[in-house]
């Protein structure tokens, strides 16, 4: 069903309902304008990950993301894409994004995605529900073109619902406390994972993830990611 008809009917209705304009400046005819899309400072190599609150080791230790949160223009599309529900975003990302994986020439491990396994850290269950889309599933679209020989496993890890939103809570250690207990797997655990977000904060999910991962059979765990605010 994620790249079946009822998606793609979903993001017409969207299209004709919202017409695309840039979520910069407005210029119409795409989500983000090529002149914003300048704007953008794509990262040229993956982020080495700071140490998590607890002092736990790292199940991922480097992660690869587009780009840096602070950047407005990126970080609008981001945004927009969660709250907003622009399913249809896709469209403008994925020639944006196969663009950006010629900056990573020469540390690029991937390759087309052979052997690899793409899956969505999980979203919320009760934020699915609140926003009507699962963001997550939009960026896994994006990166499923940049890596199309990879394979695609949406319901390897699961959320529980009636969880607080890690972006709120503020204390340090509380967000990987809180993702500790808010993630299981279902079903065997492939041997080359790349998990997929929209955003690497404290990591405490991408992290908690790695590691029941890891704990399953997982021998290589990365994470590829829109942006990174650290």
């Known amino acids: ?90 469209r403008t990302l994925i020639p944006i994004v196969s663009r950006t994986r010629e900056t990573f020439a020469g540390v690029w491990p991937f390759g087309e995605g052979e052997g690899f396994t793409l899956v969505p850290v999980p979203t919320n269950p009760d934020h699915i529900e609140e926003r009507g889309s699962d963001h997550v599933l939009v960026w896994l679209r994006v990166f499923a073109h940049l890596l199309p020989k990879a394979e695609i496993k949406t319901d390897l890890l699961k959320r529980r619902s009636g969880r607080a939103a890690h972006a709120s809570l503020r ?19 492939p041997e080359r994972v790349i998990l997929i977000d929209d955003v690497y904060t404290t990591g405490s999910t991408i992290q908690s993830c790695g590691c029941l991962l890891r704990e399953g059979g997982a021998r290589q765990v990365e994470a590829l990611v829109a942006a990174a605010s650290f």
């Not at 967000?175 to 797997?185: S, Y």
Request: proline fraction near 9%; include cysteine.
């Open 171 to 189: 204390v340090p250690g509380a967000r990987e406390a809180a993702a500790e207990d808010a993630v299981t797997t279902l079903g065997p655990i």
């Open 1 to 90: 069903m994620l790249f079946g008809k009822s998606s793609r009917l979903l993001d017409h209705i969207g299209s004709f309902l919202y017409p695309e304009q840039c979520v910069m400046c407005g210029a119409p005819d795409a989500w983000l304008c090529r002149s914003c899309e300048r704007g953008v400072s794509f990262l040229r190599e993956p982020l080495i990950v700071p140490p998590l609150p607890s002092g736990r080791p790292l199940s991922i230790d480097r992660v690869f993301a587009l780009a840096k949160y602070t950047n407005t223009p990126w970080a609008n599309v981001i945004t927009s894409i969660k709250y907003r529900g622009l399913r249809d975003m896709e």
